[in-house]
């Protein structure tokens, strides 16, 4: 189908531009009357004229959805309708993927859709459980509880991946700046010394031979070097994106010394967020499991609740599945229990997604505290080998001369 840009009036006097995709320029015309809008000019897009949209990953973040209910909850509450308030915030939101979806929710709204149907033909940008909640939320003419508690999960989602990052770029940032510093030395202040070493002749220490092969082999073979690197990144993400790379990745986030503790605990949280937050819009439980299930980051446990999703759906309770083989805290498969026993499993549910949020952030801190020392360790032990390297033909040159 082809893509125009237009420039046009909106009903508030401002001026907008954008792309639209439609099948012709007279439809075009017509849309944009449709939505309230005078056109200026319209013309059938190119290369040159088209609207680029660069986007690195998963462009629209949790922040960017909890920030998004906010202000629509503000808006309706002060008794702006549906169709304006998207019309606003299509124009306000920095994040030109996520504009471009709101503006085209407000279109599909035009044509007599739901809010619901609207964002579901997003997928990218509003998932399934914003979707279902909404969904629920129209049902229930309560759609501003249901925006403020999507806005709660959101906000809440953003807070653990913050923490999660947070733990992981400080080790991150020390060991880049390490890598820096020690190829510079092995390119620049190795083989000032090489001429010194060659005139002191004999045996050199076995470390000083390492450090000058190393040396020797970055200058020479440099780009065969980034290549292995590449190579190896490359391997890496391909095998990531296999069932069996996802699962030994998973193991592996679980079994690592420090952050497996924080995995658990973060895949815990999540799973009890989003099941009770999708439990309160009203949405079955098989359906629930389903979409906590494309929730969970790490393949191991997106294959739990998949189990615990086809027990359920065999008249198994759910607190069976989570209790078994330890994969969840045994905590999560009782609480969950208790749940279900008292009638208030979504409460039960909520009260242990506030315990894991707050168990993640003090497993951060920890993390981080033990990452500090062990870091500069490490570093003390790379830059101190590469300097003994360097001394150590020295002194073995200072002794030789005094015993003289």
Not at 74 to 87: N, R, S
Not at 236 to 243: A, P, W
Not at 255 to 269: E, L, N, Q, Y
Request: hydrophobic fraction near 50%.
């Amino acid at each position: 189908m082809p893509e125009f840009t237009y420039k046009a009036i909106d009903k508030y006097g401002k001026e907008k531009k954008g792309n639209i995709t439609i099948e012709t320029l007279e439809a075009a015309y017509e849309r944009l009357r449709a939505d309230g809008m005078t056109p200026i000019e319209v013309n059938k897009a190119n290369i040159f004229t088209k609207e680029i949209n660069i986007s690195i990953g998963n462009a629209i973040k949790p922040r960017d959805l909890s920030v998004f209910c906010r202000q629509f909850i503000a808006m309706i509450t002060a008794g702006v309708t549906i169709v304006d308030a998207l019309d606003m915030l299509s124009e306000q939101t920095e994040n030109k993927t996520m504009s471009k979806a709101i503006s085209g929710v407000r279109t599909e709204i035009g044509k007599g859709e739901t809010l619901a149907d609207s964002l579901a033909k997003y997928p990218k940008v509003f998932p399934d459980i914003m979707v279902n909640m909404v969904a629920a939320g129209e049902a229930s003419g309560k759609l501003d509880v249901a925006f403020e508690r999507m806005a709660t999960h959101f906000e809440k989602s953003a807070r653990l991946k913050a923490m999660m990052k947070k733990a992981a770029m400080y080790p991150i940032i020390v060991c880049i700046v390490a890598l820096v510093v020690v190829v510079i030395m092995m390119v620049k202040v190795i083989p000032s010394y090489q001429d010194l070493f060659d005139q002191l002749g004999g045996q050199l220490p076995l470390i000083t031979r390492i450090v000058i092969a190393l040396s020797d082999f970055i200058i020479g073979k440099w780009i065969l070097l980034v290549l292995l690197i590449v190579g190896v990144v490359a391997g890496l993400k391909m095998f990531g994106k296999t069932e069996q790379g996802q699962a030994v990745f998973g193991r592996l986030a679980r079994s690592m010394p420090i952050f497996g503790k924080m995995t658990i605990k973060t895949a815990a949280a999540n799973f009890a967020r989003t099941l009770s937050t999708l439990i309160y819009s009203g949405v079955p439980m098989v359906e629930a499991l389903a979409i906590t299930a494309g929730t969970m980051s790490n393949y191991l446990y997106k294959k739990k609740v998949e189990e615990a999703r086809e027990d359920v759906t065999r008249g198994i309770p759910l607190s069976e599945p989570l209790l078994r083989d330890n994969m969840f805290p045994p905590m999560v498969g009782h609480m969950t229990k208790i749940g279900e026993e008292t009638g208030d499993l979504e409460g039960m549910l909520t009260r242990l997604a506030d315990y894991y949020d707050e168990e993640v952030e003090m497993a951060t801190q920890t993390v981080m505290a033990a990452l500090e020392p062990m870091i500069i360790l490490v570093l003390a032990g790379v830059v101190g080998g590469v300097i003994a390297a360097v001394m150590m033909p020295m002194f073995s040159m200072y002794t030789q001369m005094d015993s003289l």
